[in-house]
């Protein structure tokens, strides 16, 4: 972490812990509903085996967005500078991203529409082939914020800053390998949901798959995090919340072999969220900005709104944030109880 040519203040600071809880509740939840939606057409062998799948995450997907709409609209508001940085520098990779959210929201709305199997094929592989768009995507531009995106001020400007980068500075090998861990660490914590929400044949599949991709993210995750911290560290805390995803991961991939599926997925739960809490620690307080060409540098305090601005929305987000957690929490309790391919009526033409 940088120090900061101004000190900010409190409502600053506690809009960009707020973003980034909003940010981490969206890896964390929509995570593993990327996870599930990636499964789909190699986990179920079947209609009725796919149709357990997507009702597993059907009551859930939705809600888990919000986060992600929630966490830019914070940022276009508490942070104006920083999201106009992002999405005119951006534009390809943000595009790419919403491209992939329109692919598989359309694919969870329309599979149902028509009996015919080569209809709820291709929805089921645009489900696959969005999710993994967007958590790739997502990956490749968390490591470039770890590193730092080049900016500087725009020519005639005082304030408004410009990233300096070309779309190709964006997939450097570390950006790359980002992106491929997340997809990994995605198929890992879906697999353990789809094992803890299911019952027969779609478990077995899933848990088997879970094991392998356990693996790979545990493998992947310890090179890309150890790659992070020699070059892109910020000391101590850095290297601690390492060491305790990399457990979570392990006991993960443990109790997933072990048949305790509840406890493998609150250990990617876990992991996700540290990881999550290393790379917004690592973009305080520049907010994953390389600000070593601008005169005036682009940070927390340079991009904020007014504190009039900060103070209303935080009385906003006083009254609205609890709404949000007792829904989200009324979804998951209501629909805890796993499912199987006998809960699935043999007319399986009727919409879900």
Known sequence: MLPLAVEPTTLQVVWYLLIAVLWIGYLVLEGFDYGVAMLIPFVGKNEKERRVIVNTIGPLWDGNQVWLLTAGGATFAAFPGWYATLFSGLYLPLFLILVGLIIRGVSFEYRAKNPEAAWRTTFDWMAAIGSFIVALVFGVGFANFIIGM???????????????????????????????????????????????????????????????????????????????????????????????????????????????????????TLATLFVAVWIFGRMWPNLGFDNSAA??????????????????????????????LAYQAWAIWTFRKPISTKNIPDDVAVAA
């Not at 789809?194 to 798959?209: E, I, P, S």
């Not at 790979?216 to 850095?238: E, H």
Request: charge should be positive; glycine fraction near 12%.
């Open 150 to 268: 080049p900016v500087a001020l725009a020519e005639g400007s005082q304030h408004l800053h410009v990233f300096t980068g070309g779309f190709w500075s964006l997939f450097s090998p570390f950006a790359l390998l980002g992106g491929v861990v997340l997809v990994v660490l995605f198929l890992f914590h879906g697999a353990n949901f789809l094992a803890l929400k299911t019952r027969g044949a779609v478990h077995d599949r899933a848990k088997a798959f879970s094991t392998k991709a356990g693996l790979v993210a545990i493998v992947g995750g310890a090179i890309y995090l150890v790659w992070a911290n020699l070059a892109y560290g910020w000391g101590l805390v850095g290297w601690l919340l390492t060491v305790v995803a990399a457990v979570c991961l392990i006991a993960s991939w443990l109790a997933i072999r072990g048949g305790r599926q509840g406890w493998a997925f609150v250990f990617t």
């Open 295 to 324: 005169a005036v540098p682009l940070d927390v305090t340079t991009a904020s709104s007014t504190p009039l601005t900060l103070t209303i929305m935080t009385g906003a987000a006083v009254v609205f944030v609890p709404i949000v």
